[in-house]
């Protein structure tokens, strides 16, 4: 085995923009919960936050711009698209021994009994463990963490991505706007150990250095033997705590080595890169396979990326078609290819949104597919909102159908787009916000028409493709407006003082109306919907309720019934209303009323169609 060694090295300083080094907590409870139709992965937010930030971070590394410019000087003018391979590997026996040797894992043992039970990294003693679960994260065809090595340099992509916080990425396009991947990698190991290797052109590093490797431990606030420490450990040469340095080149690639990597070089593109050691991995790798597939889909099939993942040396690609949870969306993904077609048919809806009010900006293209019906209960129609980085971000639930639908929105490709949708998002990446944190006011009011734009049209896109896709659903939608204006004019109530109230003239109702959908039932006979309205005034001594009864059947023929309760102190009356024709609708209402109060109460029942009245 080879004997390059290392320590671990502790800051006890603040130092430039350091503190506590438990950053794992910038993302406590901040992740936004998925559409239910995803419960069944079960995936623990450790992988969620993992993929969502490592590969947004990958990806970023494989369109820089600077990285993109050397290879181009050397004649390579299109780089190969990103690989990354997601490796797991438990060590036990003598391949344990000579990796907690070369991590120098006893002095991390010993360290971690100084912190607090409650806030203690899983780190189980040196003579107790008889294995270890290994990570590897490694890139292929990315830029690789390029830069002088300074912890005062802007230019260290390793210092910005290991140590700073909320520094991110400034391009248009890039997917991380706040540097929190190094919170969601720290997440990621449940000892909070992770170790970086990288290989980057020797001439992107102003030193000559084309690979580096440095270890970090993300720990608490401790005090060992009366001192104060940040919770910052460097695996590193250095002796000097105030400048942790990495390992570079030759002396890297053994220690590297030693560690289980696999070597890295910067010969050609596809060999820069990062790789990413994550000691005692938070998730499984069916979690992580899972949460890759749910989140990465469009970027795979696009080509952009490919992901492998490795267990027990078994490798396995990841195929988001193979999920029956995404094939819809993968199918309505495919139809936005051709930005030239818009399709209405009705297996798919494929358009270009409404331009944003005010400008001639179209901020995407929306693909719509119908999904069988399998619980009217639960089931709700779902869209997925992604950026041309290949991320979903969020997925949208509507309450539209059966039936339902699934779809995907892709932002435009333009850079105005693209710069205002990533300025939409908090730190987790994981929705669009119309109010995001943003100094500049007429940036922020730019972002919040542009959101408010793509989720109202988006909205309104995927209930025009329910309504065509059943008539009924229309039918349906048709029916509660006319029950809306027909309880608006049930306005002659009594009030307090026994005189009854006026008519509205206005046509809108100045009482308070809640409507409440009680049932729905779809079968071979049609669909039928109750629904109860309760109507009352601050003024009165009682309240209207009314149920319809409502039944569509699959002629497009209508029947509506209804009953009428009274609610008055002394007690409630129901009603059955006389009435249904189909065109036009005619209810009228027998109210029976105390008779202390004959004569000052009356119902009106109206339609577009026709009118009766009936007074008590």
Known sequence: MNKIRQAWLWQTQPLGPFSSGDIAKNFKNELNKGPNHFAGLKLPSSAVFLVRECLQNSLDARN?????????????????????????????????????VALDYSSLADRSEFIAKGERPFLPSRSTISELRLLYIEEQGASGMYGPWSTGSKGSKMITALMTHNVGQQSETAGGAFGHGKSAIAKASLSRINIAYTSFPNQLANSGVSRRLLGIAYWPHHQAESIDYTGWGFFTSSADNSKPTPTDDSVADSLANSLGFTTRSSNSPLECGTSMLIVEPAMSPANLEAAVAQFWWPAILQGKLTVQIVE?????????????????????????????????????????????????????????????????????????????????????????????????FESASDGQTESLLRAAEPKAHDRWITEPDIEDSMMRANVRRLVQSIFRDSKKRVNEFVERLNPQSSQATRTFDEINNLIRNLVRMPRNDGQSSEQNTSGKSSTGIQTKVLSETIDNEGREVRIEVTRQRKDTVGQIRVLFHVLDDHRGQREISATVRLVLPEGESDALLVTVGVNPIVLVARVPCPAGLLGQWSVDFVSSYSAKKATV
């Open 312 to 408: 027990d040396g078994i490798a396995r690609g990841v195929d988001p078609e193979m999920y029956l949870s995404l094939q819809t969306f993968c199918k309505a993904y495919k139809a936005l290819g051709d930005e030239a077609v818009e399709s209405h048919a009705l297996d798919l809806d494929v358009c270009d949104l409404a331009p944003v009010p005010g400008t001639k900006q179209i901020p995407g293209r929306l693909s719509l597919v119908p999904i069988p019906t399998v619980d009217k209960n639960d089931q709700k129609s779902i869209v997925a909102f992604t950026r041309r980085l290949g991320m979903v971000v969020q997925y949208a639930e509507y309450s539209y159908g059966p039936p339902y639908v699934h779809g995907v």
């Open 64 to 100: 820089d711009k600077i990285f993109a410019n050397y290879w181009a000087t050397k004649g390579i003018r299109e780089l190969p698209p990103l690989s990354v391979t997601f490796r797991f590997v438990t060590l036990k026996g003598p391949a344990l021994d000579d990796f907690l």
